[in-house]
């Protein structure tokens, strides 16, 4: 797996790596022997970089990554995880919330360090106390070596690339902004990393919108992006080809031009992950990617801050 650098980190990662959300069982149950053989597939082809985060199946997810690891030489992966949402509504950026859960965290991942630690989705917390209180901590924290870098994540990208490099945090994760069907990411990417902070694009799929199963019932993106992506994702099967492959590989094959280091896909099954690396060594169909946006033009970049649905972040 070709890696690179994660902004001034000095970490290397692999252009793609696995999200451990799902290891949380927040689709559908997980097991411990499934967790293992995820987290194993991915070691053996070379994605060695996890994001987690304790709102994950509320803890769940965490653990479940932390056994997956344990015998793993430390040095051989590289960990994200998260402070500041602990629930659906739930955000405390406080500095005793920031301790007692990076306290949590280090127990739950088994290590006495963390690679990478963000504040979880900060548009929707209390931006003032992430200030005042959680990035101020988290610094005497990286003084310490308790954690190695700080990053912030998020969906509204002005809100991201503001506080990121007002801040001088050292990573930014944006989700579902680099897809077939939004590719705000780009500009904003390209600036960050040229002021050395590292990029990571979080959900290729987009929450499932890019899946022959189709957006969930609770996918905030609005009824015509949802149709769009149908008659994109038909489009896809007509040429014999499952539109996740050709999501990913977009994601994959345009980051390094925009400044986005790695890809974070989400999965909980060793067959999937597979999937995702085999796909991720295909060259893109330039002629269908034509297609598709033929297709996507109308709605393309049309997020669901810019257009609600009816369900998630749109209702928050």
């Known amino acids: 797996m070709k890696t690179v650098s994660l902004g001034n980190t000095g970490i290397q990662v692999p252009v793609l790596a696995m999200g451990a959300a799902s290891l949380g069982s927040i689709y559908h149950p997980v097991s411990q022997q499934q967790a293992n053989e995820t987290v194993s597939a991915a070691l053996e082809n070379g994605v060695n970089y996890f994001d987690v985060a304790p709102y994950y199946g509320l803890t769940k ?88 870098n700080i990053g912030i994540t998020g969906y509204q990208l002005d809100r991201l690339e503001q506080v990121a490099c007002e801040q001088k945090v050292d990573t930014v994760m944006a989700y579902c902004t680099w897809t077939l069907q939004d590719r705000r990411l780009g500009n904003v990417a390209r600036r960050l990393n040229q002021a050395g902070i590292g990029v990571l694009n979080a959900s ?58 790695t890809t974070v896909i989400g999965t909980a099954s060793a067959e999937n992950m597979l999937d995702n690396v085999r796909w991720s060594d295909r060259p893109l169909d330039d002629e269908l990617l034509a297609q598709i946006d033929a297709l996507m033009a109308p709605v393309l970049n049309i997020g669901w801050d810019i257009l609600p649905g009816n369900g998630g972040k749109a209702q928050k």
């Open 61 to 148: 997810a965490e653990a479940a990554l932390g056994k997956a690891l344990q015998g793993v030489p430390r040095h051989q992966y590289t960990l994200a995880t998260k402070v500041g949402r602990y629930g659906d509504s739930l955000w405390d950026f406080s500095r005793e919330a920031t301790l007692r859960s990076i306290d949590e965290s280090l127990s739950r991942l088994g290590t006495d360090y963390i690679d990478v630690i963000q504040c979880h989705d900060i548009e929707y917390g209390d931006i003032p106390q992430l200030l005042d209180e959680a990035l101020p901590v988290l610094r005497e924290l990286k003084a310490n070596g308790v954690v190695r």
């Open 204 to 261: 290729p799929l987009s929450m499932g919108l890019l899946t022959r199963g189709g957006a969930p019932q609770w996918h905030p993106a609005h009824q015509s992006v949802q149709q769009v992506c149908r008659e994109v994702s038909a489009l896809c099967d007509r040429k014999g080809v499952n539109i996740s492959q050709v999501a990913l590989q977009f994601a994959l094959t345009t980051a390094a031009e925009h400044g986005i280091a």
